[in-house]
């Protein structure tokens, strides 16, 4: 996780893992996906509250879009011939 707070919706470029769960800041969306344990120990404490400051973010940031619309239509990837 980086350093800096996490900007959620901010840009297409952010991803990172917190053990084996990654994180990827989109425009529109946050995804993430794969697997993370918290254990009862520090790790898990630490895990845990990177796992909060993403998700405290995304809300802060839904919170603040005053032109939040219901829901948005997330439209399907394009597959495309491998130029190689």
């Known amino acids: 996780m980086p350093t800096q707070p996490f900007m959620a919706y901010e840009n297409e470029v952010d991803s990172f893992l917190i053990d084996d769960l990654t994180v990827e800041n ?26 909060k400051r993403i998700i405290d973010a ?21 597959s495309v011939q491998n130029p190689f």
Do not use: F, V, W
């Open 26 to 51: 989109r425009l529109d969306r946050i995804s993430i996906y794969g697997s993370l344990e918290l254990t009862k120990d520090r790790h898990g404490l630490e895990s845990a509250l990177k796992l």
């Open 58 to 78: 995304s809300i802060d940031a839904l919170k603040r879009d005053k032109t939040l619309p219901d829901q948005i239509t997330i439209k399907a990837s394009q």
